[in-house]
Structure formats: structure tokens, C-alpha cells
């Protein structure tokens, strides 16, 4: 059996009893880590995203990125609460899920006076409901706020609200549901079950597609959708005739550092347990991005002739990128050559892929978070294979690791949901752009675009003299 590993409550699941054998209890630790992990995965877009974009823009434009970062995290929060918890983590069909959960309506059961709970990867072992609704949560609005880095500088501050309400209900939560989706371990007692399980699951999920953390749902799914903004909303003026260099390479360390740090609640906590899946996961992503970062710096040394700061923690968020899908399957040394690869490919995708593309993504959304997501996401299903050093595949059944597991099968499944991922997004984002731009127009005034978005969006300057 294949398994993502996103877990939900197996009451969740329409029609799907938790074992009689013994009654699941909430385990204090678990939800103990859970709580730190949410809390630094807020930190990552607020402030580790917001400073590592506002400082790679120009000066006149850095509270504009601030801005939407910040506006678009709370905006997905609150939507999330909403109605995006329920359509992504409830039993739908295959591609979204229902509306039991829609205003987070059934967590709390007032009658009985008691909180409904959410499943982790043990049987029998569980975390309130509403911590796990949190966690969730903060993985969307980074995914939201990870867009805007694509067309920086040059878009309407309402435009971008609009668009994220549209590619967060449409484009976000049909993937996260797809890939994340399942009943949970509890639910899982014989071959009967395990089919039933699998047969409510999302559409990724039941192909088997491995994405611990969010290799697909996250950095694949943005980093397309910007990829498509680029092209639909042009490129910046004055591109290639005027300097656009980035304007504190010491924000952008500041913020790169927050998202390093941050990342270790994104990774380790994906396994929602403080046990030995969140340690690997958290070592993988300490030597992944360590590597990668490595691998960078001494890519552009031997071509550029010397190394930058810009390119040492490129590499660092370009290592994080790609170990995010297999951070809980692969093993150290996997994280290590998936990290060092990473550095080096995604050089490339920031350069020799950027021209190739032509697109004027500011901030070279696509080039890390596309690249090395893919690469990411394909290498998870080569290094997760236990003679490789990886966990393999867990039988819930026999409750212990399965034996079988094909390097070859596992990555064509990996590249279907990569396949798919693109093409979602990619039109769900498509149709968003256009129609948001027939509502109120994409794009600024070049007036405003020239003299910079911080004065004439926002009426605020970040520096004074």
C-alpha cells in the first residue's frame, strides 16, 4: 500500500468506525509539538517569506511585498476557517471534500462538551482536531503568499486579494485534498478496510503519491501559479535597461534564516508525533538545506567567480524546497545528495531555465520552488526505497514496513502527480488572472509602477531620509 502523509480523523470518514480494541486519547506531547510547529511555520511567512521577499525588491517597493504577504496569510487563514479546512480535509469524492466541516462547525460538540480529534500516523494515538485545523491552516497561506514573489513590483494590491481568494478555493484545496486526503490509521484493521480507506481517499493519495510536507501541494502548486502570473501580467518596466537589484541582501538573509528555522515546524511537523518520523524529518531538512546551500555558493564561485550571500541562501531555501516531499521518507544521506543536487539544478533554474522561459518572475519563484520541487518530489521516490536507506512504505495492516517497493513504479507515480499538479494549477491560475483582470486589472499604472508601489498603493515609505 502506498501512502501520503497528511493524517485526518478517522471519524472524518463517512461510514469508517475507529477499532473498539481501545479507546484513542489525545497524547499531550504530540499536541505540545504540534503547537510549537504551527508557531513557527506562521514564522516563516510572517516575518521569515516577508523579509526574505521585501529585501531582494527594490527600495520603493519593499512595504508593498510586506503588505501582501502579510494581508494574503491572514486572508487564507481566515478563508481556511471558513470553508477550506472542510473542502480539503473532509470526505468528498476524489478531487474535494464536503461541507461537514464548513465554519469549523462539529469540532466542538456542545451537547456532549467535547472536542473531536485528528488521527497521526500511530494507531490510537491522536491531537485535538482544532490544533491540527491550525497547522493546516499555516501551510496554505504560505503556499498563497509564496505567488506573490512571482510578480513583485508591478500588480494592484486589490488584484492580488481578488486572485488569491479564487487560486486558494480552486487551486489550492482540490490538490491538497488529492494528495493529503485519507480516513487515517485507525480506520485500517484488514484488507476489507484498507480498501475502503483507500477507495475514499483523494485521487493522488490512492495512486500512492509520497509528499511528506508539500513538495506538490505547496511549493509545486505556487510556484506554477506565479509562473503563469509572470506571463499573463508582463514584465516589469524598464527590465534589462535599468537596475533592479535587490535592495537588502540583509533583510533577505534575516528572512531566509526565519524560513530555515521556521521549516523544521513545516518538515518535522508533517508527521504530527514527537517521535522518530519527526526526527528524521527534521535532520533531513538540517543536511538537505545545509547542502544545498553548499552546493550553490560553490556552483556560482567556479561560474560567476565569486560567491554571493544571494546565492549561498538561494541554495539554503532551494535544499528546504526539495527535501519537503521526502523529508519523512528518505533517509539522511538521501537528504544529503537530494540537497546538494538541488543547489545546483535550481542555479540553473534561475538562470539558464529563467532565459529559456522568458518570464519576468522577480523573484525566481519558479526557478526555486518549481525546480526544486519537482526534483524534489521525483527523488523522493527514488531515496525513499529502503535499500536506499528510505522508510519505504508502512502496512497498516501488518503494522510494520512493507518489503515491496519499486524505485521505478514509485517515481512514475510521483511524476503523475507532478503532472497534475501543473496542469491544475497552471489553468485554475489561467482563469483567475484573466478574470480578476476584466473585474479590476492586474496591473498598475506605469506612473505608479515608476515611481513605486509603497507611496502610490499604500501612501507609506519603508526608508526615510
Known sequence: MKLTTKLLAGALAAGLALPALAAPTINKGDTAWMFIATILVIMMSIPGLALFYGGLVRAKN??????????????????????GYSLAFTQGNAFIGSFDR?????????AAGTFSQAATFSKETMIPEFIFVAFQGTF???TCGLIVGAFAERV?????????????????????HMVWFWAGPDAITDAATLA?????????????????????????????????????????????????APHSLTMTMIGASLLWVGWFGFNAGSALEAGDVAALAFINTLLATA????????????????PSLLGAVSGAVSGLVAITPGCGFVGPMGALVMGLLAGIICLWGV?????????????????VHGVGGILGALLTGVFAAPQLGGQGIWDYIANKGSPDYSIANQ??????????????????????????????????????EREGLDITSHGESAYHA
Not at 464548513?102 to 456542545?110: E, H, K, T
Not at 481568494?165 to 491538497?176: D, E, I, N, Q, R
Not at 509520497?210 to 506554477?224: K, M, S
Not at 547542502?291 to 565569486?306: D, L, P, Q, T
Open 62 to 83: 519593499m512595504l508593498s511585498v510586506l503588505m501582501q504577504v502579510f494581508m494574503v496569510f491572514s486572508l487564507i487563514i481566515v478563508l481556511w476557517c471558513l470553508y
Open 102 to 110: 464548513v465554519f469549523l462547525n462539529g469540532i466542538y460538540d456542545a
Open 140 to 142: 496554505a497561506a504560505i
Open 156 to 176: 494592484r494590491f486589490s488584484a492580488v486579494l481578488l486572485f488569491m481568494v479564487l487560486w486558494f478555493t480552486f487551486g489550492y484545496l482540490p490538490v491538497a
Open 196 to 244: 475502503t480507506v483507500t477507495s475514499n481517499a483523494g485521487f493522488l493519495w490512492q495512486k500512492g503519491a509520497l509528499d511528506f510536507a508539500g513538495g506538490t501541494v505547496v511549493h509545486i502548486n505556487a510556484a506554477v501559479a506565479g509562473l503563469v502570473g509572470a506571463y499573463v501580467i508582463g514584465k516589469r518596466l524598464g527590465l534589462g535597461r535599468e537596475s533592479m
Open 291 to 306: 547542502a544545498a546551500a553548499v552546493s550553490w555558493m560553490f556552483g556560482e564561485w567556479i561560474f560567476k567567480r565569486k
Open 351 to 367: 538562470t539558464g531555465l529563467k532565459r529559456l522561459l522568458g518570464a519576468d518572475d522577480s523573484l525566481d519563484v519558479f526557478g
Open 411 to 448: 517515481v512514475w507515480v510521483q511524476a503523475q502527480a507532478i503532472g497534475i499538479t501543473i496542469v491544475w494549477s497552471a489553468v485554475v491560475a489561467f482563469v483567475a488572472f484573466k478574470l480578476v483582470d476584466v473585474v479590476i486589472g492586474l496591473r498598475v499604472p506605469a506612473d505608479q
